[in-house]
């Protein structure tokens, strides 16, 4: 599968490799770690959230939208079983990353 780059003008996308997410309100924050070679190309949706693994493993997130998977699915990325960070945390970890950018 050839995936072309995402092209983040519209700001759908942020990094979420190496942040720190809760799982669930009140818990303990862990590091989102980078994607599994095999997860390279897939995209997830969970809670409202939109995440995909890049060539480099990095994982991303964003706000579920039409526009988000017609651009994923443009570059290439199809929908498979990942995990998507910040989904777990009734929004909470999303909107601050979404504000940071």
Same mark, same amino acid.
């Given at each position: ?9 519209d ?5 979420? $490799?190496? $942040? ?12 989102v770690d980078?994607?599994?070679n ?9 809670n ?5 693994i890049?060539?480099?493993q ?8 039409e526009r ?7 570059a ?5 079983n990942i ?5 777990n945390d ?8 979404m504000?940071?950018?």
């Amino acid at each position: 599968m050839e995936l072309t780059k995402i092209i983040n003008q519209d700001g759908l996308f942020v990094k979420a $490799t190496g $942040t720190a997410e809760a799982i669930g309100l009140g818990s303990k924050e862990t590091q989102v770690d980078k994607g599994e070679n095999e997860e390279i190309g897939k995209y997830a949706v969970n809670n409202g959230v939109v995440s995909f693994i890049s060539p480099d493993q990095n994982r991303w997130v964003g706000i579920y939208t039409e526009r988000a998977i017609e651009a994923l699915q443009k570059a290439g990325y199809e929908q498979g079983n990942i995990y998507v960070p910040h989904s777990n945390d009734a929004g909470a970890g999303i909107r601050r990353l979404m504000a940071r950018n």
